[in-house]
């Protein structure tokens, strides 16, 4: 098969089915929630800052192992070999990294709303599948626009970073206020 084909095949599929999941879990697992003693002695900031540190390099590893295990693959299939076939692949490790943190940064909004990550965790890694199946089956657009940061739209950068980039900027941007204004309202007697 053409690259084209398996970068799709595999930016459809196995995207939400394997790479989100493992990056969700990961990221949950890894979440700090300071103790009391810990809120006494350190700023509680630190907490969001490990927080956002840990959630960048979650998102960034999973992505970089799913892109290396694809990129080896391919080249071990031979068909990775001529030189524009890797603006495709730069453009598939920038749409991981971006499905990655959009849907995590979600996930940690709902954690800093006080709702425990293993409540958020299994409707967060089934919806993603479930809206794939169903909307698969229907005619226009809508698989594109559910899974906006990571479908497969071509490898012309201009059209990447117009259509997918620029608006993920905007995105991180909203839910990093929005995460800022949920932590610092959170009521940290209730999460002992």
């Known amino acids: 098969m053409p690259l084209p084909v398996l970068y799709r095949g595999c930016m459809v599929e196995l ?13 949950c697992m890894g979440c700090a929630r300071f103790g009391a003693f810990e809120r006494v002695r350190r700023d509680l900031r630190d907490e969001f800052r490990l927080n956002a540190a840990w959630l960048a390099l979650v998102a960034l590893s ?3 192992s799913a892109w290396v295990l694809f990129v080896v693959a391919n080249m071990l299939k031979g068909s990775l ?7 495709l692949c730069v453009v598939m490790l920038l749409q991981l990294f971006m499905m990655n943190m959009s849907v995590a940064l979600l996930v940690w909004l709902l954690m800093n709303l006080g709702i425990p990550w293993g409540q958020i965790l299994p409707p967060a890694i089934a919806i993603p599948i479930i809206a794939d199946f169903c909307l698969k089956l229907m005619p226009g657009d809508l698989t594109r626009y559910a899974f906006y940061f990571w479908y497969p739209i071509g490898d012309s950068w201009v059209t990447v970073f117009v259509r997918q980039v620029l608006p993920f900027i905007g995105y991180c941007m909203l839910m990093a206020m929005m995460n800022m204004a949920a932590f610092h309202r959170a009521d940290r007697l209730r999460l002992t």
């Open 15 to 27: 995207a939400e089915r394997v790479i989100l999941p493992a990056n969700l879990m990961l990221f």
């Open 62 to 64: 999973i992505a970089v």
């Open 81 to 87: 070999c001529e030189s524009g076939q890797w603006s």
